[in-house]
T-cell receptor, first 114, second 112 residues
């Protein structure tokens, strides 16, 4: 069964450093998402991406965040200057064009900012 | 997004059925009822969805009230692997591939 993969599984970084979280969505899926989950809290939407542009973003997704699909298969989330409060699990998700738009999630990247 | 209400936690025993309730009194006529779950240390995964009729798949059953203001996810024979947080989410397919809005969900504990 096709699956979403994410790398790395765990990233530790110093405050102020840039990080790039990588995702390989299911091939032939067209919509891509990033969500995050701070420890003990609910899953929060960050951004959705379709046709090589952002289709929706949340208030969390400020100028420090960016997304791109550099090569047509990978989907990346970049945080330019990490803050302590960026520590969370980051989940990539994707969906095809099914009517109900079931989303498929990756296993997540745990980001720890020190 | 229309709001859903779920109990914070539930507990059941292995190999017994589990009924997870969800209230969505402000559901609109075009909202589908989706259920996702999140196993420990994993990303959310799709479980089932429905509009009006009850639905069954290999993972679970979804019973939808006649007035659609509530629904129940049924795990027919719970296993330890079903211990997870279960989320009830309303989605309108006319909105396209919209984001999922997660609430706190119901944390299901399965006792051996």
């Amino acid at each position: 069964e096709p699956e979403v993969t994410q790398t790395p599984s765990h990233q530790v970084t110093q405050m102020g450093q840039e990080v790039i979280l990588r995702c390989v969505p299911i091939s032939n899926h067209l919509y891509f998402y990033w969500y995050r989950q701070i420890l003990g809290q609910k899953v929060e939407f960050l951004v959705s991406f379709y046709n090589n542009e952002i289709s929706e973003k949340s208030e969390i997704f400020d100028d420090q965040f960016s997304v791109e699909r550099p090569d047509g298969s990978n989907f990346t989330l970049k945080i330019r200057s990490t803050k302590l409060e960026d520590s969370a699990m980051y989940f990539c998700a994707c969906t095809g064009l099914a009517l109900y738009n079931e989303q498929f999630f990756g296993p997540g990247t745990r980001l720890t900012v020190l | 997004d229309a709001k859903t209400t779920q109990p914070n936690s539930m507990e059941s025993n292995e190999e017994e059925p589990v009924h997870l309730p969800c209230n969505h009194s402000t559901i609109s006529g075009t909202d589908y009822i989706h259920w996702y779950r999140q196993l420990p240390s994993q990303g959310p995964e799709y479980v089932i969805h429905g509009l009006t009729s009850n639905v069954n798949n290999r993972m679970a059953s979804l019973a939808i009230a006649e007035d659609r203001k509530s629904s129940t996810l049924i795990l027919h024979r719970a296993t330890l692997r079903d211990a997870a947080v279960y989320y009830c989410i309303l989605r309108d397919p006319r909105m396209g591939a919209q984001k999922l809005v997660f609430g706190q969900g119901t944390r299901l504990t399965i006792n051996p």
